[in-house]
């Protein structure tokens, strides 16, 4: 009996050491998955405030009126998007049946050659960087003198949409 007691721990510890071997000589099998994403081009437009003249004195001698939107319209757009903008708003503020007209500019001041564009077909080039983050685009309005001195006094106002097409 005694003898079969350590035969049978001699075949144990035989078995408990093919059995270390085995694990070292695991086979390792996988497959192939595939992760996907379809990414969509677009433009996103975030418009705040607006563009104020505040308070200005209707006389002749007062001299044409700008002000500016600087920071409050932006546009973010994908790296593959040619972003362009349009307004088709008429460019006159009211005020009961008087009317004020404007120029409405791209940039920072109005030059005379970098109005918004009025129609969808002739809208101009945004120039900003395209990586998807909110790039200002600085607007600007003008009024010129010979428009507003022979207006009466009084609130006038415009609510002006910008497209963006891309």
């Known amino acids: 009996m005694k003898n079969f007691k350590l035969l049978v721990g001699s075949m144990l510890a035989a078995g408990a050491m093919g059995g270390a071997s085995l694990a070292h000589a695991a086979t ?13 081009s677009a433009c996103e437009v975030s418009a705040s405030g607006g563009i ?16 500016s939107n600087a920071t409050g319209f932006t546009v973010a757009c994908s790296s593959d998007m040619s972003p362009k903008i349009y307004s088709t708003t008429t460019r006159a503020m009211l005020n009961g ?15 005379g050659s970098n109005d918004v564009p009025l129609t969808q077909g002739t809208a101009a080039a945004l120039s900003i960087t395209k990586d998807g983050s909110m790039q200002a685009v600085p607007l600007s309005a003008k009024i010129l003198a010979a428009d507003f001195k022979a207006l009466p006094a009084g609130a006038y106002a415009q609510t002006v949409t910008i497209n963006v097409d891309y």
């Open 28 to 40: 390792t099998v996988g497959g192939d998955m595939i992760v996907s994403a379809t990414l969509t």
């Open 52 to 67: 104020a003249f505040g308070s200005v004195t209707a006389l002749a001698s007062t001299g044409d009126k700008a002000a």
């Open 97 to 111: 049946a008087n009317s004020l007209p404007f120029e409405l500019c791209l940039g920072a001041s109005c030059s």
